[in-house]
């Protein structure tokens, strides 16, 4: 059978392999691999020789350095490390430590099931039970279930969150993925695109101030590929273009990786550090610091989500990989 998975060892914990081999001529080998003990983080998506993702072995896959890691419940940076939803008022903390960056899931040891191979796809199915006994609790006490099932296709891999509510409040939330793509084509020949009208402005700590720039005429404006090399952004992007893609081009081999996502995925985060041999563009379902920006009133800008009691909530953000001759970006 062409789809697959194997395991391997990384940082002392097993990781899976999940993936297909090509059958016939046109088409791509896929290989992704993913950890849940340690962040159910991915920390290789390759197609044919090409790797996408950057997996830096200095940093633990444990941390949101590297990889793909998954920031849930409120994505990027929350002011103060604090928050309030319904008129209670809570810590994002761990461990008695207020945690200001990155939200409280991406270090965590994740369940998991026997990946299960078909004809079309290898899928693994991944879990958190937020008890009171579960350390993501002190910092967002909702009794809940994460849950998170990655599915390698022939064209690239997608994953889906589901939040299953089982408590007696509604609960808040917000879900991105941390995803550090490789310059495979170097600063200027690799390429971003972001098909959205408004960039939201920052305050000097890199916080949203809920005003939305818009990007017409500007330096920022990511509707047209931009090489990272070009930018220097740390910025969260929105009044996204139902009718276009976002996607990463790395033209010189030809490769260009889609990023498609279900509409709750409504804003992108797009990290370009200068000097760095990666650049990050990430799906998220809302805006930085979205909680605080909501109580503010600010709820199209923040486009906090919640779950009712009892109730479910789910998304899927997709990886889709085209070889695509290229004339020009």
């Known amino acids: 059978m062409a789809f697959y998975y194997d395991t391997e060892k990384i940082e002392g914990q097993t990781a899976f ?43 633990s896959l444990k941390s949101y350095y590297t990889g793909n890691p998954v920031l849930y419940p409120f994505p990027n940076r929350l002011r103060n490390c604090f928050y ?10 761990k461990h008695g430590i207020p945690v200001f960056m990155h939200s409280l899931v991406y270090d965590e040891s994740w369940q998991y099931k026997e990946p299960v191979v078909t004809a079309d796809s290898v899928q693994l199915e991944t879990w958190l039970s937020i008890t009171p006994r579960h350390p ?42 941390h995803t550090f793509f490789k310059k495979l084509c170097g600063d200027r020949g690799s ?40 930018l220097n952004l ?15 081009d790395y033209p010189a081999i030809d490769l260009r990786v889609y990023i498609d996502a279900t509409e709750d995925f409504t804003h992108m985060q797009v990290f370009t550090p200068k000097g760095k041999p ?19 009133g600010l709820k199209k800008e923040s486009h906090i989500l919640t779950v009712p009691p009892k109730e479910e909530k789910s998304g899927t953000v997709q990886f889709i990989y085209q070889f695509i001759k290229q004339k020009e970006n």
Request: aromatic share 14%; glycine share 6%.
């Open 84 to 93: 309030e939803f319904k008129g209670v008022q809570h810590w994002q903390q």
């Open 17 to 59: 392999l999940l993936g297909y081999t090509k059958e016939k001529n046109g088409d791509h080998s896929v290989l992704v691999k993913v950890s849940p003990a340690l962040g159910n983080n991915v920390y290789c998506f390759r197609v044919d020789e090409y790797e996408i993702i950057h997996y830096d072995t200095y940093f």
């Open 234 to 248: 740390d910025n969260c992007f929105t009044g996204l273009d139902p009718k276009k893609r976002a996607f990463v």
């Open 278 to 296: 990666f650049f990050c563009v990430e799906r998220q379902t809302c805006s930085t610091d979205a909680v605080n920006l909501d109580n503010k």
């Open 191 to 230: 390429y971003i695109c972001v098909p959205a009208k408004y960039m939201m402005e920052l305050t000097d700590d890199l916080l949203p101030t809920g005003r939305l720039l818009d990007v017409e005429g500007t330096d920022f404006d990511l509707r047209v590929p931009v090489s990272p090399g070009r």
């Open 136 to 177: 993501v609790f002190e910092g967002f006490p909702f009794v809940h279930t994460l849950r998170i099932v990655w599915t390698i296709t022939r064209t690239g891999f997608s994953v889906t969150y589901k939040i299953e509510n089982q408590d007696n409040a509604e609960l808040p939330y917000g879900i991105s993925y």
